[in-house]
Nanobody, 128 residues
Framework: QIQLVESGGGLVQAGASLRLSCAAS????????AGWFRQAPGKEREFVAT????????LYADSLKGRFTISRDNSKKLVFLQMDSLKPEDTAVYYC?????????????????????WGQGTQVTVSS
């Protein structure tokens, strides 16, 4: 199993940047596809970004391309989400999630139900 803990959330003004981190413990991170999802109040959890262990495949929500960047450091068991030009509509709880390599086709990587391991989430609030 793998355990995930997010950090880096906070309250920022529109236009600011934030970098979220996800620290993994337990099994090696390089065995997992790692992604970010978010959930705003009253809304369903939605896909943000995900990437393969070696970084060859990166997927982003269409609406977030160009503003959000996912990266990872397998040796340090860390996954990052760089968020630039933040907007009030980006306000949500952001979750890190992991999916065992080989357990799901790429087309399923955007589906939260496919991920078995989740962090507790970190709140991001963007004021206008």
């Amino acid at each position: 199993q793998i355990q995930l803990v997010e950090s880096g959330g906070g309250l920022v003004q529109a236009g600011a940047s934030l970098r979220l981190s996800c620290a993994a413990s337990g099994r090696t991170l390089s065995n997992y596809i790692a992604g970010w999802f978010r959930q705003a109040p009253g809304k369903e959890r939605e896909f943000v970004a995900t990437m393969s262990p070696g970084g060859l495949t990166k997927l982003y929500a269409d609406s977030l391309k160009g503003r959000f960047t996912i990266s990872r450091d397998n040796s340090k068991k860390l996954v990052f989400l760089q968020m630039d030009s933040l907007k009030p509509e980006d306000t949500a709880v952001y979750y890190c999630a992991a999916l065992l390599v080989g357990s799901e086709v790429v087309a399923g990587w955007k589906t939260p139900e496919k991920y078995r391991y989740w962090g507790q989430g970190t709140q991001v609030t963007v004021s206008s």
